[in-house]
């Protein structure tokens, strides 16, 4: 895989422009005004692994505890359906966020995780059959792999696996080659969380369709970045969580194309997803209650809806705009560490993700000496190990970004690099 | 800057990353054993000569960060000419004592694998080198995985 070497040719212009926004926009989160040790303000650039949250979604939590904690959809009292309203109404939101055609189409999840498995083990188990097959990319997420890998072993339908290129996206003329009658599901990430690689979705979609193939899009690091159109894009499912985007932890989605996930059989059984229950049988709730079985996660779901309006007032057209230049600063300016390597595709085809190495040090001992500088980023293989032995590696230090970075965050961050290599690279 | 850090990268364990004597590979050993954290990639083999329960020789080799590596250093420099059953006593304390500093729960494993190793290497004599795929491993080694 190509590492990336370019001179720097530096226009912070648009950058500079941008950041009056985001100085506001830092104003709404409360954790970047805390020091992570006395004098050290943090320096947060691990937004690829969960976003940092806005004073009004974590109101909201709080907001529903205060005022609305009941039991969904089971009470009649007034604070029950004030809950049972609430959460309808976030699934609402979710609904028109990602276009879907209704808010049946919108499962409640803990997360992208759930939603996958629950795709590959509900609908997979359905419909796989020996001689299918399932095409995944080489770059995916554990959480895309591990259940397609599980399932396939369990219905002896085989795993495919989508190469890519030496730039790190994903080798389109293979995809071709793969595909057949057989292909059955195409389970892509929206974006890499270690090489940023945006996949070209529309393109993968519609080539799957031509071959009868379902696609399945991991939006873990896609959604909360540039959002979806799922009727634009006519993916089949779609996952994402609710932590990666200003939302808080334990609450997901999945997207389904309604007649898909009517087919569907559920894959936890109990209360709330019924319709009516005899000692010896059950019939099932209509979807999407069907795959909620429990209590789900009111108070998450109603602050996922806050965090869409947070989002939406944004604007995503601002949102990727930023994430562009500061992308860009940031893939030009690490270039000045002695010896860091950036892997994946070129600064103008990325998401906010740059992961790199840097000769002879190991990226654990890079995220602790950097971290004596408030800077907080991650090291190891990042829930992707097939693709770091792709890349020859065992791990990698990425920093990843948000619409409240700045670009003194990523300076802050290569001055700690230049430190790290200063003090502990000892040259054989 | 926290003395903390200061002291993980200190040059003495530096040394032992970087030019460890004894880093390297045994001719014959009796007893050999490989795995990895597989948390963030930590990678230690050490092979081990014995003679009548004590330890004669011993290297390690992997690749790793400081903590993991260095741990595997010190730990061969402290083993050596050491009873087996007294190297199969030691635990954390011992091998917090030999880096000679405190550290937090995540890069406590780093530093605990050499020692794991170590160990399991000593405690199948008879089965020379397993790979870490046959190996019996504790549920706390598997990876914790969620981003
Ligand atoms: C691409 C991708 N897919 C899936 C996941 C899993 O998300 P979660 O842990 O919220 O289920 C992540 C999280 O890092 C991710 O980056």
Same mark, same amino acid.
């Given at each position: 895989?190509?590492?990336?070497?370019?001179?720097?040719?530096?226009?912070?212009?648009?950058?500079?422009?941008?950041?009056? @926004?985001?100085?506001? *926009?830092?104003?709404?989160?409360?954790?970047?005004?805390? +020091?992570? @040790?006395?004098?050290?303000?943090?320096?947060?650039?691990?937004?690829?692994?969960?976003?940092?949250?806005?004073?009004?979604?974590?109101?909201?939590?709080?907001?529903?505890?205060?005022?609305?904690?009941?039991?969904?959809? @089971?009470?009649?009292?007034?604070?029950?359906? %004030?809950?049972?309203?609430?959460?309808?109404?976030?699934?609402?939101?979710?609904?028109?966020?990602?276009?879907?055609?209704?808010?049946?189409?919108?499962?409640?999840?803990?997360?992208?995780?759930?939603?996958?498995?629950?795709?590959? =083990?509900?609908?997979? @188990?359905?419909?796989?059959?020996?001689?299918?097959?399932?095409?995944?990319?080489?770059?995916?997420?554990?959480?895309?792999?591990?259940?397609?890998?599980?399932?396939?072993?369990?219905?002896?339908?085989?795993?495919?696996?989508?190469?890519?290129?030496?730039?790190?996206?994903?080798?389109?003329?293979?995809?071709?080659?793969?595909?057949? %009658?057989?292909?059955?599901?195409?389970?892509?990430?929206?974006?890499?969380?270690?090489?940023?690689?945006?996949?070209?979705?529309? +393109?993968?979609?519609?080539?799957?369709?031509?071959?009868?193939?379902?696609?399945?899009?991991?939006?873990?690091?896609?959604?909360?970045?540039?959002?979806?159109?799922?009727?634009?894009?006519?993916?089949?499912? *779609?996952?994402?969580?609710?932590?990666?985007?200003?939302?808080?932890?334990?609450?997901?989605?999945?997207?389904?194309?309604?007649? *898909?996930?009517?087919?569907?059989?559920? *894959?936890?059984?109990?209360?709330?997803?019924?319709?009516?229950?005899?000692?010896?049988?059950?019939?099932?709730?209509?979807?999407?209650?069907?795959?909620?079985?429990?209590?789900?996660?009111?108070?998450?779901?109603?602050?996922?809806?806050?965090?869409?309006?947070?989002?939406?007032?944004?604007?995503?057209?601002?949102? %990727?705009?930023?994430?562009?230049?500061?992308?860009?600063?940031?893939?030009?300016?690490?270039? +000045?560490?002695?010896?860091?390597?950036?892997?994946?595709?070129?600064?103008?085809?990325?998401?906010?993700?740059?992961?790199?190495?840097?000769?002879?040090?190991?990226?654990?001992?890079?995220?602790?000496?950097?971290?004596?500088?408030?800077?907080?980023?991650?090291?190891?293989?990042?829930?992707?190990?097939?693709?770091?032995? =792709? =890349?020859?590696?065992?791990?990698?230090?990425?920093?990843?970004?948000?619409?409240?970075? =700045?670009? +003194?965050?990523?300076?802050?961050?290569?001055?700690?690099?230049?430190?790290?290599?200063?003090?502990?690279?000892?040259?054989? | 800057? #926290?003395? &903390?850090?200061?002291?993980?990268?200190?040059?003495?364990?530096?040394?032992?990353?970087?030019?460890?004597?004894?880093? $390297?590979?045994?001719?014959?050993?009796?007893?050999? &054993?490989?795995?990895?954290?597989?948390?963030?990639?930590?990678?230690?083999?050490?092979?081990? /000569?014995?003679?009548? $329960? !004590?330890?004669?020789?011993?290297? &390690?080799?992997?690749?790793?960060?400081?903590? #993991?590596?260095?741990?595997?250093?010190?730990?061969?420099?402290?083993?050596? $000419? /050491?009873?087996?059953?007294?190297?199969?006593?030691?635990?954390?304390?011992?091998?917090?004592? &030999?880096? $000679?500093?405190?550290? !937090?729960?995540?890069?406590?494993?780093?530093?605990?694998?050499?020692?794991?190793?170590?160990?399991?290497?000593?405690?199948?004599?008879? /089965?020379?080198?397993?790979?870490?795929?046959?190996?019996?491993? #504790?549920?706390?080694?598997?990876?914790?995985?969620?981003?």
């Amino acid at each position: 895989m190509n590492e990336r070497t370019t001179t720097p040719v530096r226009d912070t212009s648009e950058l500079n422009q941008l950041e009056e @926004r985001v100085r506001r *926009l830092r104003t709404d989160f409360p954790i970047l005004a805390r +020091e992570v @040790r006395p004098g050290v303000p943090l320096v947060y650039l691990d937004t690829a692994a969960t976003s940092l949250k806005p004073v009004r979604v974590i109101e909201a939590l709080a907001e529903h505890y205060r005022q609305r904690s009941a039991n969904v959809h @089971r009470g009649i009292y007034a604070i029950a359906e %004030e809950a049972t309203a609430a959460y309808e109404a976030a699934r609402e939101k979710v609904a028109r966020f990602i276009n879907a055609r209704t808010p049946e189409e919108v499962v409640f999840t803990r997360g992208t995780t759930e939603s996958i498995n629950l795709v590959a =083990l509900s609908w997979g @188990r359905a419909n796989l059959r020996a001689g299918d097959e399932v095409i995944v990319s080489e770059l995916e997420h554990h959480a895309n792999l591990v259940p397609w890998q599980q399932i396939c072993r369990q219905t002896g339908a085989t795993l495919r696996h989508l190469r890519l290129t030496e730039d790190g996206e994903l080798d389109l003329d293979h995809f071709r080659q793969l595909l057949s %009658e057989r292909t059955k599901m195409v389970a892509v990430s929206g974006g890499s969380n270690v090489l940023g690689t945006i996949p070209p979705l529309h +393109e993968i979609v519609r080539l799957a369709h031509e071959a009868g193939a379902l696609v399945l899009v991991d939006g873990a690091q896609s959604v909360p970045h540039r959002g979806c159109d799922v009727q634009a894009l006519g993916c089949d499912f *779609l996952a994402f969580s609710g932590h990666k985007m200003c939302g808080p932890e334990g609450i997901g989605v999945l997207y389904g194309r309604r007649e *898909l996930l009517e087919a569907m059989p559920p *894959l936890y059984t109990g209360g709330e997803m019924v319709k009516k229950v005899s000692l010896t049988e059950a019939r099932w709730n209509d979807v999407p209650w069907k795959f909620e079985a429990g209590t789900p996660p009111v108070a998450m779901a109603v602050a996922l809806g806050t965090a869409i309006d947070y989002l939406s007032e944004i604007g995503f057209s601002f949102i %990727e705009a930023h994430e562009a230049a500061i992308t860009r600063y940031a893939y030009e300016r690490l270039q +000045e560490v002695p010896g860091l390597r950036i892997w994946g595709p070129p600064a103008d085809r990325r998401g906010a993700v740059v992961s790199f190495s840097i000769d002879g040090l190991h990226p654990h001992d890079v995220a602790q000496f950097v971290d004596r500088f408030g800077v907080a980023v991650r090291a190891g293989h990042h829930c992707a190990q097939p693709l770091h032995e =792709l =890349l020859g590696l065992r791990a990698t230090t990425r920093a990843s970004f948000y619409f409240y970075n =700045l670009a +003194e965050e990523v300076d802050r961050l290569v001055e700690a690099l230049q430190e790290t290599v200063r003090k502990l690279v000892r040259r054989l | 800057m #926290s003395g &903390f850090d200061d002291e993980i990268y200190r040059d003495e364990l530096l040394d032992h990353y970087y030019s460890s004597p004894r880093r $390297g590979r045994l001719e014959q050993p009796d007893v050999a &054993f490989e795995d990895e954290n597989p948390l963030c990639g930590d990678r230690v083999r050490v092979e081990v /000569k014995l003679a009548n $329960g !004590t330890i004669e020789d011993i290297r &390690f080799d992997g690749d790793g960060c400081v903590i #993991s590596q260095a741990s595997a250093s010190l730990l061969c420099e402290k083993a050596v $000419g /050491k009873r087996v059953e007294e190297v199969n006593r030691w635990g954390v304390k011992e091998v917090l004592q &030999f880096l $000679g500093i405190q550290l !937090t729960p995540v890069r406590l494993r780093c530093a605990l694998l050499p020692l794991k190793v170590l160990q399991v290497a000593l405690a199948i004599p008879e /089965k020379k080198g397993w790979s870490s795929a046959e190996s019996p491993r #504790s549920d706390s080694d598997e990876p914790r995985c969620a981003h």
